[in-house]
């Protein structure tokens, strides 16, 4: 079993780093809210950490999942930043959603000190990670890749290398650019059935068993 450190304990990160600790490896957390952690811990275990280099400390692989390109700056660079302690031959995997420029940037930083790093942007929503059934795509070498899979694995269904650093990132917006037309689809459905004075919520319930039906649909 591998050392791992998660950073980021939100509505996705909490249940996330709760399956990699239910799959047997060694955990420990680190959130800017410092109760949320040791909330995470009476959980599930392991430890909690004050600073991302403090979390980072010896592990094997660190994960991260916060809210944009400036808060994944703030856990892995700087002083108290997990790049600090984070040993040679080791990964980063950062779950956020965030640009392709800032995974470039940071992968660049990180293979100064021999560390690998892969963008792997989730989709599946809440759901998906209380459930471990995550859709993941990453961006980053395939030696890497194979190296951080099995654990990546303990949250995911399915798991695609989408190309080099960044493609994780690009092919997330593409996600979300689908998902966008999508929901637009389905408000103009919703709209002209309610002008029409159908039920919505029978219709819905129809809808969702045919061609029509799609995941923003059941979720959301």
Known sequence: ????????????????????????????VYNRTAAKAEKWVGEHGGKSALTPKEA???????FACVGNDDDLRSVVTGEDGALQAMKAGSVFIDNTTASADVARELSALAA??????????????QAGAENGVLTVMVGGDEATFKKAEPVIDCY????GLMGPTGSGQLAKMVNQICIAGLVQGL??????????GLDVEKLIGV?????????QMENR
Request: glycine share 16%; aromatic share 8%.
């Open 1 to 28: 079993m591998a050392k791992v450190a998660f950073l980021g304990l939100g509505v996705m990160g909490y249940p996330m780093a709760g399956h990699i600790a239910k799959a047997g490896h060694d955990v420990i």
């Open 56 to 62: 980072a400390q010896d592990c094997d692989f660190v």
């Open 112 to 125: 100064e000190k021999e560390i690998g790093f892969l963008d792997a942007p989730v989709s599946g929503g």
């Open 156 to 159: 995911a269904r399915m798991i």
């Open 187 to 196: 408000s103009e459905g919703i709209h002209f059935a309610q002008n029409a």
């Open 207 to 215: 809808l969702s068993k045919g061609a029509a039906g799609s995941w």
